[in-house]
């Protein structure tokens, strides 16, 4: 399809020079954002409220309006879903992704806008296109399709007109018509509910055909390939499909599955390109193939606000604009959006590795982490501290959860780690001892409270067998989707769910 990769070619210079403006003037960009923001929902019942029309500068807007949780917004978020129009922003929404950042039982439902659908989740896709063609500009992506492993959606309970679901759902439901021609499988096939009868439609329909990209969350996807392998008999992906060359990939780190992909696709050519692309907006990508490192996207329609995550928990935190942040620090982030979220909380927090172009990584969630002891590890320590281990022990680690042991009369406290090995370590001692080597060295707080077995002891890792997290996925009727069981949690709610469910964990 010669005509594809032309007009991408043709569309990405354009579009790089508008990303190169924005690296060069990241405040005045964001500026920019946000009056546009607050003119267009000048006139809904939250522009009203707080007389957006008069706001003139950023600081006005962080002192007029307060800083919410998805706990304080959901009063505004039920109208929305039975039907209410022009609240926080112009229109009706039709469209809710439903989030589950986590396992929890509870689910947040999102609003999507049109705009925030056009303007941030498609842009963001296409801005990936443009930057992976400017970086291999041999690409043959467009010589075969894209394998999307997309959730679900169906119409909730409260509007026949509101409809929700996962947000790969979303994006699948409402592409724009030449993605039909790229992707693989169709629509119909992907936006099943049923994860396993999915991944056998998926497995039928993609077999016979020339896949040259994968996308998704690495979790689900990996599930997918494996199934795919199993029923196809091959050793490799690569078998199956030699012009496989690029996955992009996003929703959960990719560092712990790294090793597992690149036993199933055994090339040396092979690429993975990851994007922050969260149920509230797409907010970042990664354009550099030697650094994991993203590049904050800032002209998508989405204003950003960071805390300093050691004042996340105040009554009343700071929030810096982009142009006050700093490199190193951990930040919890903030942000209003062309789907109507006004300075929204949304629990996800980064660090900045760089200014001018402000490139990130993601550390973790305002409330994954463990601090039991006060020893404030947080998602980043413990993924290089596993892969510390596995590269001393040659272990390969596919899914983790840990918590606290907490201190009793007689026992001091520790961390406990569940562990699912794709490849178990010869001794289980030698990798426990490298990870809390590896966790003293990055943090310091938790190498003062393991000094001397002061406040915590070595951590306890008990191996469960291959599979166990997908037990517990289906169990919980929580399989496929954008679904994921927190990697830390500061209770021991998972570890004792772990214990609950029989057979798992003996």
Not at 9 to 23: A, C, G, P, S, V
Not at 282 to 288: A, E, I
Not at 387 to 412: F, H, L, N
């Amino acid at each position: 399809m010669p005509i594809i990769p032309s007009i991408v070619n043709w569309l990405y210079t354009k579009r790089l020079n508008q990303i190169d403006l924005f690296r060069k003037y990241p405040f005045e960009t964001q500026e920019e954002v946000l009056f546009k923001l607050l003119a267009k929902a000048s006139q809904t019942e939250a522009g009203r409220r707080f007389d957006f029309n008069s706001v003139e500068t950023v600081e006005t807007f962080r002192k007029r309006v307060p800083l919410q949780t998805y706990e304080q917004f959901a009063p505004t978020l039920q109208r929305m879903r039975n039907g209410e129009s022009n609240l926080t922003w112009p229109g009706d929404i039709r469209w809710f992704a439903k989030s589950s950042g986590t396992t929890d039982s509870k689910s947040k439902f999102i609003p999507v806008s049109r705009e925030a659908l056009e303007e941030c989740h498609f842009r963001g896709g296409k801005d990936m296109l443009a930057i992976y063609f400017s970086l291999y500009p041999d690409t043959g992506i467009f010589s075969g399709k894209g394998l999307t492993l997309g959730g679900s959606h169906r119409v909730n309970n409260f509007s026949n007109d509101s409809l929700y679901g996962d947000l790969s759902a979303i994006l699948i439901q409402n592409a724009p018509f030449w993605v039909d021609i790229i992707r693989t499988p169709k629509a119909e096939i992907a936006l099943i509910e049923d994860f396993e009868l999915k991944m056998e439609m998926i497995t039928g329909a993609t077999i016979n055909e020339n896949v040259t990209s994968i996308s998704g969350v690495p979790s689900w996807n990996l599930v997918l390939l494996r199934h795919i392998l199993n029923h196809t008999g091959r050793s490799n992906i690569l078998e199956l499909w030699p012009d496989l060359e690029v996955f992009f990939h996003g929703g959960i780190s990719f560092e712990p599955y790294r090793a597992v992909y690149r036993e199933l696709i055994p090339s040396g050519n092979m690429r993975y390109m990851e994007s922050y692309n969260a149920s509230e907006g797409f907010f970042g990508l990664q354009d550099d193939p030697g650094s994991s490192d993203m590049l904050l996207m800032l002209d998508y329609g989405v204003f950003f606000e960071f805390i300093p995550a050691d004042m996340a928990g105040d009554e009343n935190p700071v929030a810096l604009h982009i142009g006050e942040v700093k490199t190193g620090d951990n930040y919890a982030i903030v942000i209003s959006t062309n789907g109507g979220l006004w300075r929204y909380i949304i629990g996800d927090t980064i660090t900045f590795t760089s200014l001018y172009p402000h490139k990130f990584r993601i550390t973790g969630r305002t409330k994954h982490f463990i601090n039991a002891f006060g020893e404030e590890v947080i998602i980043d320590n413990a993924e290089k501290a596993l892969m510390s281990a596995c590269r001393a022990t040659g272990s390969v680690v596919a899914e983790y959860t840990a918590g606290p042991v907490y201190m009793d009369s007689s026992a001091k406290g520790s961390h406990e780690w569940i562990i699912e090995f794709e490849k178990a370590p010869a001794n289980l001692e030698e990798f426990r001892d490298a990870l809390d080597r590896e966790l003293q060295k990055i943090n310091s707080d938790y190498e003062a409270k393991r000094s001397d077995n002061i406040t915590l002891v070595s951590p306890v890792i008990r191996a469960v067998p291959k599979g166990s997290f997908m037990q517990w996925f289906r169990l919980k009727n929580k399989m496929g989707g954008q679904n994921k069981i927190p990697r830390l949690s500061n209770s021991r709610e998972y570890i004792e769910d772990f214990y609950r469910i029989a057979g798992i964990i003996t």
